[in-house]
Every structure is written in C-alpha cells, then in structure tokens.
C-alpha cells in the first residue's frame, strides 16, 4: 500500500517526515518539486509535481490520499480515492460536500478519514475520553445538567504588543473575524454574528493557572452528537471556541471597527492590503517559539451543585522539533494514515475516531508532542 502524500506546507511536514522515517511507503506530491525537495528531500527522491491526473494514474486499491492541500481539493481527491479503491484522510472539517460522500465510500470499503489534525482533531479526541469517563462514572444520571467547552489557540511564546502573531498568511484569520458561530448558553442557543460581540475571559487550568480570551467559533451544535451527547440531557452551555491573549481584542479593536464595514471587491481587497501588513508587521522570526493551548472540559451538576468535573488541558510550544503548530496537526494527520493502513477505522466518512483504545493511543502520543498534558479534576460538591 502506497501513501500519497499531497502538500508539503508548514503544518505538514513533522507528520510526512514521520511516516517516511517509519518505513511507510510514500510518495510526496506537492505543487512545486523544490520546495518538498527542501523538506523531506533528505529522506525520499518519490517526491513529484502534483496533479490530480497522474496521482490517479498511479493510485492503487487500499491506497491512501492525503490532503494537507486546500479545501478546494478534499472532494475531488476524495472522490478519486473512492473511484480507485483507495482511502482519504485530510485534518480540515468536514464539508457537507464531504459528508455527502458517506454512503459511496460505505459501498466502496473506504474510509474518509477528516478533522484528525489538531483543531479539529486533538479536541475532539479529548471530548471522546472525557464523555466517555462521564458516562462510565457513578456521578453519571441523565438528567444531571452538562456544560461542555472547548478552546483552542495558537498564541506566540513570547507576546507581543498585538497579542498575536502569523505563521503563515493573515487573510484566513481575518476572514474568519467574519464568520458567525452558534453555540449553547445559559440552556439556549447563541447566535453570534462577529467573535468580537461574545469574547468572555477563562481561567485554564495550567500548572500555573491563566487567564485568556474566548469566543465561539463556527457552529457548535452538531458536535453534540459527534460527542454522543444524548438528546435527552439538558446541556447548560456547549461551546468550542478561539483562545486568545489576554489584550488581544483591545490590541484588534481597530482592526474589528473597519473589517465591520467591508464588503463587496473593495472589502476583499483591503482584507488582502491588511493582510499583508500583518505579516510584516508580525510574522513569527525564524525559530521563534510559537505555542498551542488547547482545554476541553465537561462538567456535570445536579441541584445545583456539581457532582463531576474534568477537564483535558494541553499545553505545547515550539522547540528544537520545530512549531508546536506543525507537530500536532501533522502527527494526528500520520496517526489516522495508520490506523486506516491497519483497519482500525472502518469505512465511510468520519471525524477524530471515539473508539476508547484509539483514542487511548493517539493521546499517548500527543502526549510526546506537548510540554503538558494533562486531566485535571476539580473538586466538587459531590459526596459519594
């Protein structure tokens, strides 16, 4: 079986490494031979231009396509991939377009394998332990009142007056400001139509506790049943969400103000001219540390008072190994290339796996790849 490998950008390369050095055989495709060349050239020469036409020249049953490439190209590499037997794996969130492709993947015998990077991927990882421990616990009963969180941000080392700074280009970060969220609220639904009008403070629970900005992002409501929540349970709050520096929307007011107010070319023009500004403004310097803190908790309360309370916290900065970043969406990414190689996944369309022994043994590694990782369990009112 052959991993295609497509993309050798700046979050892909620990995993490609990793799968090469493990003895999988991969052949690397990239837009440009040189710069995958510079990148894992040291390991393989099976490195070539990419194009969808050749890659499905060469791809055979079982194979493996995987898509660090934009979104653009996941549907039509997945299709490819059902077509030819073969299976799919991509870190990016699963499209309707994608979602779509369930049952002629099921009918194939392949898997469609997405949000296995970081976020999405990790914090989904960390939700399925811990619903999973709840469940498993003598504080569980169906109509204890849960509240579920998760926040994740990539945040510099070293803060800057910003608060913030870009490994790769701004424009993505600044269409994101954009974008609406839904999430759960005080037994409610929360429309949000700007981060900026939901940003509270958390206190992560860190070896030394800080505080950060949060704010929903995307929507959250399908992820309770990704999550196996149950219909049934009443859920208080349910949120996955940005973590920023404290400062942060103070040090972006100005720039909240005007990206309120574009719209149409011209809008989308000067994104691009704020963009650009932003990254020579504050584009990380060559081995400036970069550091990812991700919190997934859920908290269980009944009367009242809480009966169960955990939360998954991880803690990751960029080293010798290269960018925090790069390392946990990456590595996640070659997880799922082997658990597919192995049959551990069956076929179909499917986010972050939820099998306990997967589970078990992806967080194991991430363990490798974080400075702390860690299940906090706080004390509660429970007495059992």
């Known amino acids: 079986m052959t991993i295609h490998w497509c993309g050798t950008g700046l979050s892909a390369i620990p995993g490609l490494r990793r799968l090469i050095e493990g003895g999988h055989k991969v052949t690397v495709w990239n837009r440009t031979i040189d710069k995958a060349l510079a990148e894992v050239g040291d390991l393989t020469d099976d490195i070539r231009a990419f194009d969808i036409d050749a890659l499905g020249v060469m791809l055979g049953k079982g194979d493996v396509i995987v898509s660090m490439l934009p979104g653009d190209w996941h549907v039509p590499l997945a299709e490819l991939a059902i077509a030819k037997g073969a299976n799919f794996v991509s870190s990016s969130y699963i499209a309707p377009e994608m979602r779509a492709l369930d049952e002629k993947a099921r009918e194939a015998g392949v898997a469609l394998i997405n949000e296995v990077g970081l976020d999405p991927g990790i914090d989904h990882l960390m939700a399925h332990a811990l619903v999973a421990d709840y469940r498993a616990s003598d504080a569980f009963d169906p109509q204890n009142h849960l509240s579920f969180i998760s926040y994740c941000g990539g945040i510099p080392k070293n803060p800057n007056p910003f608060r913030y700074k870009f490994s790769w280009s701004p424009l993505g970060v600044l269409k994101a400001l954009r974008s609406p969220s839904k999430s759960v609220r005080d037994y409610a639904p929360l429309d949000v139509a700007r981060p900026w009008d939901a940003i509270t403070s958390y206190i992560a629970p860190l070896p030394t506790p800080e505080s950060f900005e949060v704010y929903p992002n995307r929507d959250s409501l399908p992820f309770m049943a990704e999550y196996q929540f149950e219909d049934h349970w009443p859920i208080k709050e349910f949120v996955r969400g940005t973590l920023r520096l404290n400062g942060w929307a103070d040090a972006w007011s100005d720039v909240f103000t005007e990206i309120e107010t574009l719209s149409g070319p011209?809008?989308?023009?000067?994104?691009?001219?704020?963009?650009?500004?932003?990254?020579?403004?504050?584009?990380?310097?060559?081995?400036?540390?970069?550091?990812?803190?991700?919190?997934?908790?859920?908290?269980?309360?009944?009367?009242?008072?809480?009966?169960?309370?955990?939360?998954?916290?991880?803690?990751?900065?960029?080293?010798?190994?290269?960018?925090?970043?790069?390392?946990?969406?990456?590595?996640?990414?070659?997880?799922?290339?082997?658990?597919?190689?192995?049959?551990?996944?069956?076929?179909?369309?499917?986010?972050?796996?939820?099998?306990?022994?997967?589970?078990?043994?992806?967080?194991?590694?991430?363990?490798?790849?974080?400075?702390?990782?860690?299940?906090?369990?706080?004390?509660?009112?429970?007495?059992?």
């Open 266 to 384: 011209e809008g989308d023009a000067r994104l691009k001219e704020m963009s650009d500004q932003f990254w020579d403004e504050n584009a990380y310097d060559e081995g400036e540390p970069d550091r990812v803190v991700l919190c997934v908790g859920l908290k269980a309360e009944k009367d009242g008072s809480e009966v169960w309370h955990k939360t998954y916290v991880m803690d990751a900065w960029g080293d010798e190994r290269g960018t925090a970043m790069a390392r946990l969406v990456s590595i996640p990414v070659s997880l799922a290339v082997e658990s597919v190689l192995n049959r551990e996944i069956p076929a179909g369309v499917h986010a972050a796996p939820s099998d306990p022994k997967l589970v078990q043994s992806w967080m194991s590694e991430v363990d490798k790849l974080a400075q702390h990782l860690q299940v906090v369990t706080h004390s509660t009112d429970a007495v059992f």
